[in-house]
């Protein structure tokens, strides 16, 4: 914004010529040896009383003009420390990648369960400058975040499982959901991310510690004259003994009311996994994405007498759209 000077040019030319009777010097006082004309001394007796109100108005406009210069030159500059705030705004505003949208997906009824349902599920991805994530894994803060290496701890949530998710299920004990909390490391090579993280429950502690290991190939490609990504990669998901306990075992007293055999597994592997998924940008805002992920229980898992299938399919899509 362009505000009007306040050199003391502007303010001096306010005084008509007629009024300034004395030669003045630099500072503005009478200058030396100057000669008072009996004209000027005459008007500057007071006779023309009206001349010498327009003499004191124009000295207090003087006045008045450069006691407004400090004021007018801090508004100068908050109106620019405010146009440079909004700017820094909008800047630090492109960090933020924000994808919000929904879906479904068809998933079993429980983890080992033959039986599928559909369900629906949130989209949500938000990415703050390779610092801040929040995704499919939950909340990920990038802690290490070097030449492709990202390393730093986790967040997550876990669903329950109750005794009305199958008919299996009546008579045993409900599991409840959980906060996990744990660490991750991820590292892209080329077109190739590997990744490892580890959670344990954290709310309901008895849910035990799992984790996973697993690497994604990413290719993108035309499709549909739009840009497409796919995404798939092999994944190993293993957890301890409280884990398995929880979701696979059979205690005693679950044993006698529900008529199926004790069973207490052990920690280790206990499935292998394929992951997939296909994205397309249709447009600057608009995505569509959908997954196909295989699951083979193994191990003790698999040998489970709730687990009734031991191949897990999970199918969805989902639309998103980018902020």
Not at 289 to 297: A, D, H, M, T
Request: proline fraction near 6%; glycine fraction near 10%.
């Amino acid at each position: 914004m362009e505000m009007p000077s306040c050199g003391t040019s502007n303010a001096v030319s306010a005084v008509k010529p007629g009024n300034a009777a004395l030669p003045t010097g630099p500072s503005g006082r009478t200058a030396p040896g100057a000669t008072v004309s009996p004209m000027a001394a005459h008007r500057s007796t007071g006779i023309p009383v009206a001349r010498n109100a327009r003499k004191q108005r124009a000295l207090h406009a003087m006045i008045a003009a450069f006691a407004l210069c400090p004021v007018m030159s801090w508004a100068q500059g908050t109106l620019s420390d405010s146009e440079e705030e909004d700017r820094n705004r909008l800047d630090s505003r492109s960090s933020w990648d924000i994808t919000l949208g929904a879906g479904a997906v068809a998933e079993p009824r429980y983890e080992g369960s033959k039986h599928y349902i559909l369900n629906p599920i949130p989209y949500v991805a938000i990415r703050y400058d390779d610092l801040f994530s929040i995704g499919v894994d939950g909340i990920r803060w990038n802690v290490i975040h070097s030449k492709g290496l990202h390393v730093g701890p986790l967040l997550s949530y876990s669903g329950g499982r109750s005794t009305g998710d199958d008919v299996l299920l009546q008579n045993l004990d409900n599991i409840q959901s959980s906060i996990n909390a744990g660490a991750f490391a991820t590292y892209k090579l080329g077109h190739f991310e590997f990744l490892a993280q580890a959670q344990q429950a954290v709310l309901h502690e008895h849910n035990g510690l799992f984790g996973k290991i697993g690497v994604t190939y990413q290719e993108p490609f035309p499709l549909f004259h739009r840009k497409a990504i796919l995404e798939i990669g092999p994944q190993i998901e293993f957890a301890n003994r409280q884990y398995e306990n929880t979701w696979f075992g059979i205690t005693q007293a679950e044993s006698l009311r529900s008529g199926l055999r004790e069973f207490s597994p052990g920690a280790g592997v206990k499935n292998l996994g394929l992951q997939s998924s296909l994205t397309l940008q249709y447009s600057p805002h608009i995505l569509f994405r959908g997954i196909v992920n295989v699951k083979e229980l193994v191990g003790d898992a698999s040998d489970s007498p709730l687990t009734t299938g031991k191949t897990q399919f999970f199918v969805g899509v989902g639309v998103g759209y980018r902020f």
